[in-house]
């Protein structure tokens, strides 16, 4: 049962990913990846409080599983956030690369730790 | 004073000067009008993805001192195989929308996490071992654009031969 619900949690996370990127760059264009920045920060700020909540006792393992490996998991991407960096290097633009590698990292840890804690971590 | 003395205003291809090798099918210009089957495609795609990451998980969780081995190779996998998917197939045929939407931002996208990667990287560094978050959250970042630059690359196989 945990596993049907993580993979159908997994869909939907991906698909808010699809929606939450085409808005973004509706908006924005495409000269930067909005879309998968902003599910990484938000996705990452919730696992992070996902977890502090499970290091405190307050949320079970499968729950966790559920919304943290499914859901938060779905939502968020590591593939497309190193190939935009590396799409970066080869347009030879080495700057905007690592800025697109360490702001988002900078900002997801950031509040990833904030809410582990405000969740009891 | 010829009116047109000045450039017209930029599309942000132009800005950016793209190279025309790169155009990007993944992230095209052309605005796609999204459809119930694309969202279909993304849903299964996600779900699939997703699926075998909780999979590899559960069949080997972090080793020793917790360290997540399983989340970065599966990160870093998902990483080099973006890169020669897009290399491979999604840049030669920019108009596959449902195979780009299914395989990448589905199945691609599910596998791989960067959530995981961030609340690992807290729980390494909240249980002491600050060294360990420090090297799982940059270190597979940094790994993760060579391993995607690496999968792009058209002419490995040729410098292999």
Request: glycine share 14%; proline share 5%; with cysteine.
């Amino acid at each position: 049962m945990t596993l049907v619900l993580v993979a159908g949690l997994g869909g939907l996370g991906a698909v808010a990913r699809w929606l939450v990127d085409l808005l973004l760059a509706a908006r924005w264009g495409r000269s930067l990846p909005w879309g998968t920045i902003t599910v990484n920060v938000v996705g990452s700020c919730v696992a992070g409080g996902l977890a502090g909540a499970a290091a405190g006792g307050h949320l079970g393992a499968s729950s966790v599983e559920v919304l943290a490996v499914g859901f938060c998991g779905g939502l968020t991407t590591f593939s497309a956030a190193s190939f935009d960096v590396a799409r970066e290097l080869d347009r030879r633009r080495p700057g905007v690369g690592a800025a697109l590698l360490l702001v988002p990292m900078v900002l997801a840890v950031s509040f990833g730790i904030l809410s582990f804690h405000a969740f009891g971590g | 004073m010829p009116e047109d003395w000045i450039d017209p205003p930029l599309d942000d291809d132009e800005v950016y000067g793209l190279d025309p090798e790169l155009e990007p099918a993944f992230d095209p210009a052309h605005r796609e009008r999204p459809t119930a089957a694309h969202g279909a495609a993304v849903l299964v795609g996600g779900a699939i993805g997703t699926l075998a990451r909780d999979l590899l998980l559960r069949a080997a969780p972090a080793g020793h001192l917790g360290f997540p081995w399983t989340l970065v190779s599966l990160n870093l996998v998902g990483a080099a195989a973006l890169g020669l998917l897009v290399a491979r197939v999604l840049d030669p045929h920019p108009h596959r929308v449902e195979l780009r939407l299914f395989l990448a931002t589905g199945v691609l996208g599910g596998f791989t996490t960067y959530s995981s990667l961030v609340s690992a990287s807290i729980v390494l560094g909240h249980n002491g071992h600050l060294a360990a978050g420090f090297a799982t959250m940059l270190g597979t970042s940094l790994v993760g654009v060579g391993a995607a630059w690496l999968g792009s690359r058209r002419r490995v196989t040729a410098v292999a031969r």
